[in-house]
Nanobody, 124 residues
Framework: QVHLVESAGGLVQPGGSLRLSCTAS????????MGWYRQAPGKEREFVTE???????FYSDSVKGRFTISRDNTKTTVYLQMNSLKPEDTAVYYC??????????????????WGQGTQVTVSS
């Protein structure tokens, strides 16, 4: 019953900036964290960034120092500020929310819900 709605991406020049947002709606989304993966043509979907419910942030090495993830105080909207964009950042960006679920052996695993994806193109 939770939907993740992403803002539009866009086309930017190398070195430019773009800001994405993702909003979770529904009854008590209750995500343990949110973030983005991205997928470029011919490549597998790759992790970009996450922010956990306690505010810890994580970034892939490829975007660290250039991208910043943040959230509103309701923890239902996250933002991805992308600076110093490179052509290799071109991809469809998929917002996600995850919940931690305990397995049969009480291990933890992430269960994801996904936004619709938005195209980000970095090109001159």
């Amino acid at each position: 019953q939770v939907h993740l709605v992403e803002s539009a991406g866009g086309l930017v020049q190398p070195g430019g900036s773009l800001r994405l947002s993702c909003t979770a709606s529904g009854n008590s989304p209750g995500f343990d964290g949110m973030g983005w993966y991205r997928q470029a043509p011919g490549k597998e979907r790759e992790f970009v960034t996450e922010i956990s419910s306690d505010g810890m942030t994580f970034y892939s090495d490829s975007v660290k120092g250039r991208f910043t993830i943040s959230r509103d105080n309701t923890k239902t909207t996250v933002y991805l500020q992308m600076n110093s964009l490179k052509p290799e950042d071109t991809a469809v960006y998929y917002c996600h929310g995850y919940r931690i679920r305990k397995t049969f052996m009480n291990d933890r695993e992430k269960h994801f819900e996904w936004g619709q994806g938005t195209q980000v193109t970095v090109s001159s």
